[in-house]
C-alpha cells in the first residue's frame, strides 16, 4: 500500500543533544511537509518542499532545519532542541493541486529531557 | 489577522445520534475548505474536500456544508458510532500563491457514548 512513514514513532532526546527524525513516502508526490503539532493545537508547518524547492515558514526557528535527498525522503534535524521542542513531529505529502488531500504519516512524538 | 475556530470543548453524543462540528473562519477568504480526522497519537485523515463554489458535500454518513458569507463549514456525522469518536480537524486553502498549503484548525473532539 501507498503510504507515508515516520521513523522513530517516539523519540527521547536531552536538552541541546540535535536529534533527526526521518519521513519516506511511497506515493511519488511532489509535495513533502513538516508539521508540528502540540497537545490540543493545531499542526503548525514548519516548512514544505515542491520537489528540490524548500520553503520556510516566517516563524520556523532557526532551530529546526530541513533536507530532502530524493523525491521519497525527507529530514527534520532539531539543532539543539529546548523543552517547548517537544511535540508531535507530522510528515505529509501531497500532489501541489489546490484542495488535493494531504497524506499523514504516523507521527513522531519527541521528548526532550 | 487570520483566524480558525473549532469549538475546544469535546462534543459528547450518545451513538444513533447525528453530531455536528462546526468551523468558523475570520479575516480569511478559502477557495476550499477540508475536513479531517485525527486518532489519538495518530497523524490526521482527510475525510471531503468542499470547494467556495459548494453549498454542500455528502459521503455515506458525513455531509459538509460550506456557508462563505457566514463564513461558516458544518460538519455532520450521522447515525453516529462510538468508532466515530476523534478529533476532527478543519483546514482551509486560499487562492494565493501556495494555494494548495492548506492551514488547519485545532480540531474538536467528538466522543460517542453507546
Known amino acids: 500500500d501507498a503510504m507515508v512513514i515516520q521513523n522513530p514513532r517516539y523519540q527521547v532526546t536531552q536538552f541541546g543533544k540535535p536529534v533527526t527524525l526521518s519521513c519516506s513516502q511511497t506515493?511519488?508526490?511532489?509535495?513533502m511537509y513538516w508539521y508540528q503539532q502540540k497537545s490540543s493545537q493545531a499542526p503548525k508547518l514548519l516548512f514544505h518542499y515542491y520537489d528540490k524547492d524548500f520553503n520556510n515558514e516566517a516563524d520556523t526557528p532557526d532551530n529546526f532545519q530541513s533536507r530532502r535527498p530524493n523525491t521519497s525522503f525527507c529530514f527534520l534535524d532539531i539543532r539543539s532542541p529546548g523543552l517547548g521542542d517537544a511535540a508531535m513531529y507530522l510528515c505529509?505529502?501531497?500532489?501541489?493541486?489546490?484542495?488535493?488531500?494531504?497524506?499523514f504519516g504516523p507521527g513522531t512524538r519527541l521528548t526532550v529531557l | 489577522s487570520q483566524k480558525i475556530e473549532q469549538n475546544s470543548e469535546a462534543l459528547n453524543i450518545q451513538e444513533g445520534k447525528t453530531a455536528t462540528l462546526t468551523c468558523n473562519y475570520t479575516?480569511?477568504?478559502?477557495?476550499?475548505l477540508q475536513w479531517y480526522r485525527q486518532d489519538p497519537g495518530r497523524g490526521p485523515v482527510f475525510l471531503l474536500l468542499?470547494?467556495?463554489?459548494?453549498k454542500e458535500k455528502r459521503k455515506e454518513r458525513l455531509k459538509v456544508t460550506f456557508d462563505t458569507t457566514l463564513k461558516q463549514s458544518l460538519f455532520h456525522i450521522t447515525a453516529s458510532q462510538p468508532a466515530d469518536s476523534a478529533t476532527y480537524l478543519c483546514a482551509l486553502g486560499g487562492v494565493s500563491g501556495g494555494s494548495y498549503i492548506p492551514t488547519f484548525g485545532r480540531g474538536t473532539s467528538l466522543i460517542v457514548h453507546p
Open positions: 479575516n480569511y477568504s478559502p477557495a476550499y
Open positions: 505529509a505529502t501531497s500532489r501541489p493541486i489546490a484542495g488535493d488531500e494531504q497524506f
Open positions: 506515493l511519488n508526490h511532489n509535495v
Open positions: 468542499i470547494r467556495e463554489n459548494e
